[in-house]
């Protein structure tokens, strides 16, 4: 896992989150995409909050010590949002490398 801690969150291969999911821990993942991309297809049991709305949202929608992973399409809006919420305080934020391309590529499932 890459970790800059100047950034204040790690960025995640797919091929390891989809480990995390399989073992069942304690994740929250969130979708930063626009609300058009979201109605398409996502990650089974994520919660919406595009990356426009991430610093307005998460105070109240999430968790400061539970592990948030944050996931768009490439990666790009994912590690905005990751950065943003490091700023916020959260203390274990991870970002999707890659988006959902990645997860794709890895074979991670996604629901419509």
Sequence with gaps: MAHDVEKGYREVPASAVIEMQGRGDDVTF???????????????????????RVRDEAPRRLQTGRTILLYCARG?????????????????????????????????????
Excluded: K
């Design 30 to 52: 969130v979708d930063v995409r626009e609300q058009h991309e979201w109605n398409l297809f996502r990650i089974a049991g994520a919660i919406h909050i595009p990356v426009g």
């Design 76 to 112: 790009g809006r994912a590690a905005t949002a990751a950065a943003t919420l490091a700023e916020l305080g959260f203390a274990n934020v991870l970002s999707l490398e890659g988006g959902l391309m990645a997860w794709v590529n890895a074979g991670g499932a996604l629901e419509e």
